[in-house]
């Protein structure tokens, strides 16, 4: 049995109780907020048995074989190193880190040291993704000549996960000042993964355009200056040659939380949809290519990423996404800034 520790109870902590609750070789033991009785509440809730209200508590009472850390953003590499220092595998929340020399700083002590380190880029528990890849791979759809992924939301314009206009817990991710690097550092890290890895290839220039809309008077609410971008489009070039579009934004009326990709070659094309809940993978092949007629195509169950990581622990070898995974996306997205700041492509090979 792998003792854990989870780190941060605000609210993706619920999604980590409820993913490793069905993981039976791991238990939550203890978990740690620095918001006085906001851990405690949390272990009473949840029938964790201990709660500390300082990470190094926590160490000090070394209590636990490995940490889930959900710690916000800005926080992730702090608390990261002190686990790897005192010997414990991590499970991070994403993004690793705010920029590259610091996901890679966090990347380079976990492998030193020997531990699992492990990102939650959670939609690559989409089994549509997952098939996708291995058909990428076996050569299906022939060569990748075009990727289309787009990651579209709507909580700028809908309160359908709340009112940003009030909640801190929207607000912050819209100010600079307050830890945000907007939608391409919060949900970015996401939409390139899932372009890249469904594409079984990598980025290897990217062009990128941000947008900042105006939000309210003064582009101000509060403390929160709303300086963030809301908005990103990109063009990149894929180690195959083959060219990517990639779209992320807020500002998308009428979708919640939805993700597509679409890869097109020369034998086939395919189309992964999902919200994170539920997938579906279309193909077009064949005969029906001439007839641009799609068709389902059934995919089995995968192991999610918390699965994963109980996985590593028990083997002793790191799984994946890893920290490498998590840093290398995390260049591609200082490159979206850097050419977005000088207005010209960016070459990452």
Known sequence: MRKLLLLGTGGIAGHHIAEFAAIPECKIVACVDRIPGRAKAFADANDIGRSFEALEKAIDWDGFDAAINC???GAH?????ALVAAGKDVFCEKPLAPNHAEALAMTEAAEDAGLVNMVNLTYRNSPALQKARAMV?????????HVEASYRQSWLVSKAWGDWRTEDKWLWRLSK????????????????DFATYGA?????SVQGTLVTFPKAKGDRIGDYVLDANDSVAMTARLGSGALATILATRY??????????SLHGTKGALRVETDGKTSSLKGCFGKDIDGSRWKEIEFDPVRRNARRFADALVAG???DPSFRRAAEIQRVIDAVFESAANGRPVTLA
């Open 71 to 73: 710690t916000p953003d």
């Open 77 to 81: 590499m702090a608390t990261t190193l």
């Open 137 to 145: 791979e076996a050569g299906d759809i022939g060569a990748l000549r």
């Open 177 to 192: 000042n307050h830890g945000s690097t907007g939608v391409l550092g919060d949900v970015g890290i996401h939409i390139l």
């Open 200 to 204: 079984a290839d990598d980025i290897v």
């Open 252 to 261: 998308a009326t009428g979708h919640l939380n939805d993700l597509t990709l």
């Open 317 to 319: 070898k790191n799984g």
